[in-house]
């Protein structure tokens, strides 16, 4: 009698069968179409770089990266809207647009370019309705610069903001720590012509002075990586007043010792009152012996007072000279405009010497400081000329009378 043998064939196949069937049981199934309204944004996931941390841009080592997210709602759109910009900056774009992506990646047919920085965010659609978008994530191509020479490295190309820009509460005043006063906070954005990344980043100067003198006083100097966009602040406790201007610049900090150009400099004007900043006077005496100055002969302070209990308000720099305005009884302090901060302010005449008539000047009554601090901040005033036409402060200031400001009681 013959042994029945199985036929392998109907085996197999009853094993694929089976394996089939569980490995469906297995993949999750897509959720109910999406309708408009319940679209939500979708997450970046690579590349991706939503901080402001310095040092967690990714740097690609590929121009055509595959560029995924993810959809956590539950239900399942149409289909994607991916956009991809360079360079970061709502004046300008030069990008990529991917309308109508079914799955949740995508790889671009056309090479990025090298060396420069992107962003790109994606947002879930129903058939041509785009819902909320993902936040902006930010990446770059490399490679990094190994080995170039600041002669023929490009100097940067400002982007934004615009020369002459103002810098106003719309978007760029933000208060914190329960603090009432405000911090001016904006992006600075360049394009860096280069075909690889300046290793050690960028250097971001700002200052009062078109000079950019190298003195904390007066400039402000940024550490910035490779990314080619920084978030100007004013440290906390950094001087700036009202209608006054300031000047920026960027160049490549290349790798050893070597930097690359300087781009052009730009100006913006911090006015966070909204005030007639065309209205502040700029005193337009010309130096002579017919106008009394001050020629500073060594660094220090210039206060609000004549002593050195009196806050500082700014600070003088040997070979400067600002026009006297007038001086304390004793003769010893002398009373001059700075133009920087837009206001009077006294300066020891230890750290001067003086040219021009200083005989006749007027005595300028002080502020005691004691008045001045949290507890007893003095009103803003104004000087004006009181009896004998010596100088008194008023506050607040009388009808029509322009400042400069000045922090006085009457």
């Avoid at 010792?257 to 006015?271: D, H, K, L």
């Avoid at 009554?365 to 901040?377: D, L, R, S």
Wanted: proline share 12%; with cysteine.
């Amino acid at each position: 009698m013959k042994h029945l043998r199985a036929h392998p064939l109907p085996i197999l196949l009853m094993v694929l069968t089976g394996l089939v069937l569980l490995l469906g049981a297995c993949t999750p199934t897509p959720g109910p179409a999406c309708t408009f309204e319940e679209l939500i944004a979708p997450t970046n996931l690579l590349p991706n770089d939503t901080t402001t941390t310095p040092g967690d841009t990714p740097v690609l080592n590929t121009l055509t990266p595959t560029f995924t997210w993810d959809y956590t709602g539950g239900c399942t759109p149409d289909s994607y809207n991916l956009q991809i910009s360079r360079p970061w900056w709502e004046h300008a774009s030069d990008g990529i647009t991917a309308p109508a992506v079914e799955a949740t990646s995508w790889t671009p047919g056309t090479p990025l370019l090298p060396g420069s920085m992107y962003s790109w965010y994606i947002a879930a659609q129903v058939d041509s309705n785009l819902g909320p978008h993902s936040e902006w994530a930010v990446f770059l191509t490399g490679p990094l610069c190994m080995d170039p020479f600041a002669s023929e490295y490009p100097a940067p190309v400002l982007l934004g903001p615009d020369d002459g820009y103002v810098v106003t509460t719309r978007n760029d005043i933000h208060f914190s720590d329960d603090s009432t006063a405000p911090s001016v906070s904006f992006p600075m954005v360049w394009d860096d012509p280069a075909e690889c990344l300046p290793e050690d980043g960028y250097n971001l100067l700002v200052s009062d002075l078109s000079t950019f003198p190298d003195d904390p006083v007066h400039t402000l100097e940024f550490g910035q990586d490779y990314r080619t966009v920084a978030q100007f602040f004013f440290p906390p406790g950094f001087a700036w007043s009202e209608c006054s201007t300031w000047y920026w610049k960027v160049q490549a900090d290349l790798p050893g010792s070597t930097e690359g150009p300087w781009s052009e400099t730009r100006s913006f004007t911090v006015n966070t009152t909204g005030a007639d900043c065309t209205a502040v006077p700029t005193p337009t005496a010309t130096i002579g012996v017919d106008l009394p100055f001050a020629d500073v002969i060594q660094d220090g302070a210039c206060r609000s007072g004549p002593t050195l209990d009196h806050q500082v308000l700014d600070y003088v720099l040997s070979g400067e000279s600002f026009r006297i305005e007038g001086k304390n009884l004793e003769g010893t302090w002398w009373w001059i405009f700075d133009e920087r901060i837009q206001r009077s302010c006294w300066v020891s005449g230890k750290l001067v010497g003086t040219r021009g008539p200083t005989e006749d000047l007027a005595i300028i009554t002080p502020i005691p400081a004691e008045v001045e601090g949290p507890t007893g901040t003095p009103e803003v005033g104004c000087w004006v000329n009181g009896a004998n036409q010596q100088p008194v402060c008023v506050a607040p200031c009388p009808p029509n009378t322009y400042p400069p400001i000045v922090y006085c009681r009457p």
